[in-house]
């Protein structure tokens, strides 16, 4: 669904450090896809990523019309763009 799109995008231009970038993109989308919307706070944890790195990601893809990111009370949740 997203790969095809996601292959097309400008910022993700070949370096080793736009390549982690690119895994790390691939592995949060391939995990919303799997299992749905879920907080913030639980994707860090799932990911094994850093709070600023979540965040900046989830920026870029929100930007870019990957996801939705809301607020539900205290929690950010993030899901995929239908």
């Not at 790969?3 to 690119?22: E, G, I, V």
């Not at 989830?58 to 950010?76: Q, S, V």
Request: net charge positive; no cysteine; hydrophobic share 35%.
């Amino acid at each position: 669904m997203f790969t095809k799109t996601y292959k097309r995008n400008h910022w993700a231009k070949p370096s080793l450090l736009q390549s982690d970038l690119r895994i790390q993109t691939v592995r949060l989308l391939t995990h919303l896809e799997e299992f749905g919307p879920k907080k913030q706070s639980e994707l860090v944890e799932e990911l094994g990523m850093e709070d600023y790195g979540m965040s900046r990601l989830l920026a870029k893809l929100e930007l870019h019309n990957y996801i939705i990111h809301r607020r539900e009370g205290t929690d950010k949740v993030v899901s995929l763009k239908a």
